[in-house]
């Protein structure tokens, strides 16, 4: 990737994180009553007198952190920086705290030491089929329960519900401008376009589908090179 497109994906980050954080602080949606009151029935469960469409977007941004967890944590072992105070946050804030780490990541398509028992967990197919079986019955539920004029009504006037469903949209749309996933594509030796764009274009399940098939990493002291591990992909270039 050329150093213009490269920064050009950075401002486009930049852009997007100074503006959620300037707008999320312009609506202070935390003053409100109304905050207070849905945050404690979403953190103790007690979702039966809410809308599904809310508790599907609330639990909908705990797998988003995992999907890019499942990324970062690898890619972090070859930065100078940790990966998982960032994880941590996004767990709270969104992008909000997500955005730092991919803003400061230099780019790196190789992995190097062994894997610890967190990443091993990442790695594991079993993880990402959980994250999307989880999905799936999420989304079901907010179909069949949900009431999606109620919520649009909320979305308009509730700046909690504003504020988080805003915060979902930006994971998906950030997820394939970071060069993340082109980097973590690269590091097991998937070098396919189209592979690229049919997992960034579909939003959530494009990323999920993603982490079910790709191949493992393995340690070095197993490898020669974490380019042999996906042989069965075409090598065609990682895109810009």
């Not at 988003?64 to 804030?93: E, H, K, V």
């Not at 730092?100 to 062994?114: A, D, H, S, T, V």
């Not at 996933?181 to 097991?188: E, F, G, Q, S, V």
């Not at 764009?197 to 393995?218: S, T």
């Amino acid at each position: 990737m050329s150093f213009s497109k490269t920064m050009g994906r950075r401002a486009v980050l930049w852009v997007i994180w100074i503006g959620f954080v300037a707008y999320t602080l312009w609506l202070a949606p935390l003053d409100r009553p109304y905050t207070w009151y849905v945050a404690r029935k979403l953190l103790t469960l007690q979702w039966g007198d809410l809308n599904a469409y809310l508790p599907a977007i609330f639990s909908l941004m705990g797998v988003w952190p995992m999907i890019y967890a499942c990324l970062m944590f690898a890619d972090g072992r070859m930065q100078g920086f940790r990966s998982w105070p960032y994880f941590l946050g996004s767990n709270f804030t969104g992008v909000i705290c997500l955005l730092p780490y991919l803003l400061f990541r230099k780019r790196n398509q190789e992995f190097q030491g062994e894997k610890d028992q967190w990443l091993r967990l990442l790695e594991r197919k079993s993880t990402a089929i959980a994250l999307l079986i989880s999905t799936i019955l999420i989304i079901a539920y907010a179909l069949i329960l949900g009431d999606w004029n109620d919520y649009v009504e909320q979305f308009q006037t509730r700046n909690f519900v504003h504020l988080i469903s805003l915060d979902f949209c930006l994971m998906c749309l950030v997820f394939p401008i970071t060069s993340l996933l082109d980097d973590d594509m690269a590091r097991r030796g998937i070098r396919s376009s189209v592979a690229f764009w049919a997992i960034a274009l579909v939003p959530l399940f494009g990323p999920l589908v993603y982490l079910c098939l790709r191949p493992k990493l393995l340690d070095n002291s197993v490898q020669g090179h974490p380019a042999q591990t996906a042989s069965n992909f075409v090598p065609y270039p990682v895109p810009n």
